[in-house]
């Protein structure tokens, strides 16, 4: 797996023209969402002569929209205009298009280049790096995937500045993640930002130093057999919040249910790990003023039990898999947790954050 | 891309075993089609005790069967047998299965090990080594797919033994190709067998051989930038005669496309590079003496020069590539041909082979 050019600009377009002149793609495909199509994509292209020639493939905007039937119809589209391997797709929205687009083109006729341009705070922080493509199937989350790392990603935090405050926490939640990983000073210096007031030049700063935190990781470790696991903190119970919310037919952003699967992780690991209980209360207490509360009730409790045994990350189907803290900066990955330990920090979770 | 091993064995069952002992999977998935489902698969697992928990996945024969709905319901069984991405997958079958099964174990939960048993002998020179997997989609052959190793390729050369003679055939251009881009001993060795009246024990030396030529050539290209593009040889024109026949509804087999292929491949060697008319004229009376004639009209020659635009090994949508050759042993990639001089060699092909 090649590395990925991570570049911070102003300008995508003249950033992007600079790949497209080296790279010399036969075909450019811009694959963005209903949303980021006539907002961004359109007027990006407008002012960019590399892509004179490029072709629009726009999807349905949504995370229910990023399945097979959408994937088709993108590899219909390449196919029927021509692209060959030799061609290239741009990536322009959040994680569901940088996800999908990313499969995509991993798979077009084995493989073609993709850049990714991620249009939302949580893309820019998690989806758009790290090679991590998908497509979610039978109801599950990212069932149906390849690892596949983008030539580019161009991150142009001007973008997040016109978001919905909603985007913005679901972004926040990721890089939340990235500052416990990271340690106690990074920590200290996401949990003092303003999320109801933000300043969006000291969040670029933030971003930047997120950003690198899982470059960092990810090439450490691009296959996820070790220390990229790592990543998965606060993971394993956000994607059975998600699946369970799918499953409601009332979908909550990814980056919510991270932020509500971060504090249950971190009650976890105050339980089995001895983190101190001051960083569970900070990171709880910045949940609660900043994100709604988890939707899930008590009487779904097994229902996110048999979700999260069909995690990923889980090594069996009766096993399930946590990344845990002992402090921050310290994770400790593959923790086999006990159901009813689960389900007590799933409760306290919920206690913690006003449910 | 991590390595394949190789094993040559007259007993499947204890091979299969040993891999299973060393990996030590979490939950085994046997994917194969309704021809080796009850003639192999079934027998394998009433023989091999490491199977006794393993899961049997049948899909409809036939290439036409190699599609998106197959591949999505071996990904729903997956899903649905709790395979995890500790599992692992084991094709047995042809061509059609070991690509579909390894495209879906390398997709299934970003990627799953997978061992693939060929049970034909096109499977075992051809598609089980090398890391190609695909489905076919909009018409066109393998159009969606990606590079991924299999762990094993378990290879019993008597299970060829059973099959029908067109199987063999088919198998067999294959093995000239592998011949032709070997050298001029290897190209006589195998133009010296009786296929009429085949001799096992030769024909697994003559296999052997065949097989660790296309094994040298992907271990230094795996990812078809370069060298590997030589494996191309005869197969631009065999996809556009299968493709053709596809739409005709009349399938060919892939083996028998290959054999026209060569003939076309080695017309424009010898008009383009100056091969030797002697194995111009060795090879085409070999496949005249044995396999059927092509089965394509002069009324079809713009479709397949359309069918050859469509083909991944091409840089650009308006060229058509060759793979060539000087001589036996000296193959020349990325050869860019006038659509004048492919009409002229199929037309030449076609009377060499008296269709």
């Not at 995508?12 to 002149?21: K, P």
């Not at 930002?193 to 960092?216: A, G």
């Amino acid at each position: 797996m090649s590395d990925t050019s991570l570049i911070f600009t102003d300008c995508v377009a003249s950033s992007l023209a600079g790949i497209i002149e080296k790279e010399k793609p036969k075909g450019i495909f811009i694959i963005a969402d209903s949303n980021t199509s006539p907002l961004i994509a359109r007027p990006l292209m407008d002012n960019c002569q590399a892509l004179d020639s490029a072709r629009l493939i726009t999807v349905d905007a949504g995370d229910e929209n990023k399945n097979i039937d959408a994937l088709a119809s993108i590899w219909s589209r390449l196919s029927a205009e021509g692209a060959t391997r030799h061609s290239m797709v741009v990536n322009i929205g959040g994680g569901m298009v940088t996800d999908m687009g990313g499969f995509a083109a991993a798979t077009f006729k084995r493989g073609v280049r993709c850049v990714n341009i991620p249009t939302t705070l949580l893309g820019a922080v998690d989806a758009a790096l790290g090679g991590k493509t998908a497509v979610n199937f039978a109801g599950l989350k990212n069932e149906i995937g390849v690892f596949a790392n983008p030539l580019a990603v161009i991150v142009n935090a001007r973008f997040f500045a016109t978001l919905p405050a909603a985007e913005l926490l679901s972004g926040y939640a990721e890089l939340l993640k990235h500052a416990l990983l990271e340690g106690a000073d990074a920590l200290a210096e996401a949990l003092d930002f303003d999320l109801s007031n933000p300043d969006y030049d000291r969040l670029q700063q933030l971003l930047e130093r997120s950003i690198k935190v899982k470059q960092r990781i990810v090439a450490e470790d691009p296959h996820e057999h070790g220390i990229r696991k790592a990543l998965n903190l606060g993971h394993t119970a956000a994607h059975a919040f998600e699946s369970l919310a799918m499953e409601k037919d009332s979908p909550v952003p990814h980056g919510h249910a991270v932020a509500w699967g971060l504090v249950v992780d971190l009650v976890l690991s105050r339980m089995l790990k001895g983190l101190d209980t001051q960083i569970l209360h900070a990171v709880a207490s910045y949940v609660d003023t900043h994100y709604p509360s988890p939707s899930a009730l008590c009487s779904d409790y097994d229902r996110l039990l048999q979700l999260m045994r069909h995690d990923k990350k889980n090594i069996t189907a009766d096993s399930i898999n946590f990344t845990l803290l002992q402090a921050a900066g310290s994770p400790v990955i593959d923790c086999e947790v006990a159901p009813a330990d689960i389900t007590a920090a799933i409760d306290i979770c919920r206690d913690l954050l006003h449910a």
